[in-house]
């Protein structure tokens, strides 16, 4: 059973940094691309970050020069570190992984950033 769980998330005051985690079992995760969306009361989810099996990444515009992300293949994880966040940047996170056949998705940790 594929299972993505992510953790990490918390309360934190606009500038401050938070570190998110997503480890996945069930497959090997190195072989696949993954990355982290978001989604904030009353909006649509959306990308925030990529990551290639080769480590290429992208970010959407909102994002760039403050998150990176990046992955341990031996540790089966992915992370997303956050510096300079913002109250827009309130939402919860989610992990997904691009499989053969469908994405895998996790249930998602909570991110609030107060002003």
């Known amino acids: 059973q594929v299972q993505l769980v992510e953790s990490g998330g918390g309360l934190v005051q606009s500038g401050g940094s938070l570190r998110l985690f997503c480890v996945a079992s069930?497959?090997?995760?190195?072989?696949?691309?993954m990355g982290w969306y978001r989604q904030a009361p009353g909006k649509q989810r959306v990308l925030v970050a990529t990551i290639s099996s080769a480590d290429s990444t992208n970010y959407t515009d909102s994002v760039k020069g403050r998150f990176t992300i990046s992955r341990d293949n031996g540790k089966n994880t992915v992370y997303l570190q956050m510096n300079s966040l913002k109250p827009e940047d309130t939402a919860v996170y989610y992990c997904n992984l691009r499989g053969r056949m469908y994405d895998y998705w996790g249930r998602g940790t909570q991110v609030t950033v107060s002003s």
């Open positions: 069930g497959l090997i995760s190195r072989f696949y691309p």
